[in-house]
Structures are given as structure tokens and as C-alpha cells.
Nanobody
Framework: QVQLVESGGGLVQAGGSLRLSCAAS????????MGWYRQAPGKQRELVAV???????NYADSVKGRFTISRDNAKNMVFLQMNSLKPEDTAVYYC????????????WGQGTQVTVSS
């Protein structure tokens, strides 16, 4: 059983920072891409940032220059450093990973709430 567990969400004022963490556990042979998605009330889930196993990154235009994704392959973890937060960043943030054990599957975390007050 593979699990992704996020932490680090919370309430912050506009202009502030938060750091999200996601840890993968269970029967893991390797992890390919890891990423962060978010879903605001009444909106579709959207990609925030993704990082490959080799460290290549891609960001949504709305967060470029403010958010930084990183990973620790030895610990099976991915992080999202969020700076200069805006009220429009308010959403539930989900960790996502392509994990291979016997086969490769795509996994989601349970989500962590980020609320940015104006």
C-alpha cells in the first residue's frame, strides 16, 4: 500500500510564505514525476508545479517566480516553497506522484488547505 501524506498547509497573510511537504511511503521501487496540484472552491483541480526524477521542473504561469518545487529522492519526499502568497492562491493543495512497485501507478495525497488572507 502506497501513501502520500502532505503537511505544511495553514493560514497566512498575503505576502507571506508557506512550505508544503509530501512524503511517500509503502512499497516503492522508484518514483518518477512528483508534483503539486491545487483546487479552489468551485474550480477544477489545476497543476501548480511538477518535478521529474532528474530534477527538471515545470510551473503554472500563475506561480512562476513565487513558488519553488524540490524533492529529496533518498527520502521519497517532494516540497513546495510558496513565497509572496496571494489570496488567489487559496486552495486545497494535493501531492501527486508516479510510483513504480510491481507496476507504475499515479497516486494522490489527501490534500492540505492553504488559505491566504488579504
Amino acid at each position: 500500500q502506497v501513501q502520500l501524506v502532505e503537511s505544511g498547509g495553514g493560514l497566512v497573510q498575503a505576502g507571506g510564505s508557506l512550505r508544503l511537504s509530501c512524503a511517500a511511503s509503502g512499497r516503492i521501487f522508484s518514483i518518477n514525476a512528483m508534483g503539486w496540484y491545487r483546487q479552489a472552491p468551485g474550480k477544477q483541480r489545476e497543476l501548480v508545479a511538477v518535478i521529474s526524477s532528474g530534477g527538471s521542473t515545470n510551473y503554472a504561469d500563475s506561480v512562476k517566480g513565487r513558488f519553488t518545487i524540490s524533492r529529496d529522492n533518498a527520502k521519497n519526499m517532494v516540497f513546495l516553497q510558496m513565497n509572496s502568497l496571494k489570496p488567489e492562491d487559496t486552495a486545497v493543495y494535493y501531492c501527486n506522484a508516479d510510483i513504480r512497485n510491481t507496476y507504475s501507478y499515479n497516486y494522490w495525497g489527501q490534500g492540505t488547505q492553504v488559505t491566504v488572507s488579504s
